[in-house]
């Protein structure tokens, strides 16, 4: 299993990045897979995850934490076994290192996916996000 993540940049205040995350090693679309965020001084967390309706296809099978819902929006290219992220209106909070992950076994929790780094298994190396005020 094998996850890259890129398309980090230096951005402004209310600017857009699209974050790819390549995969390989694992069929991505009966996976469960997650993009991540860690700022300095903070822990891990959830940003957004996609679960697999396959497994759960009467639960919620998609995540967004509650600070970045309407501005960023989670996709996945099953032919091109990526992972995408794009983020409108970025704000300074949402500097970061964004890292993408992935589960065999997507987990929920009364019916709503996980989107807990505790159940993620592999993960990439990061890519650097950072927004100017």
């Known amino acids: 299993v094998q996850l890259q993540a890129s398309g980090g940049g230096l951005v402004q205040t209310g600017g857009s990045l699209r974050l790819s995350c390549a995969t390989s090693?694992?069929?991505?679309?009966?996976?469960?897979i997650g993009w991540f965020r860690q700022a300095p001084g903070k822990k891990r967390e959830g940003v957004s995850c996609l679960g697999n309706k396959d497994v759960a296809p009467y639960y919620a099978d998609t995540y967004y934490a509650d600070s970045v819902k309407g501005r960023f929006t989670i996709s996945r290219d099953n032919a091109k076994n990526t992972v995408y992220l794009q983020m409108n209106d970025l704000k300074p909070e949402d500097t970061a290192v964004y890292y993408c992950a992935t589960a065999p076994f997507p987990s929920y929790y009364s019916g709503v996916l996980s989107c807990l780094e505790t159940d993620f298994d592999s993960w990439g190396r990061g890519t650097q996000v950072t927004v100017s005020s």
């Open positions: 090693g694992f069929p991505l679309d009966a996976y469960g």
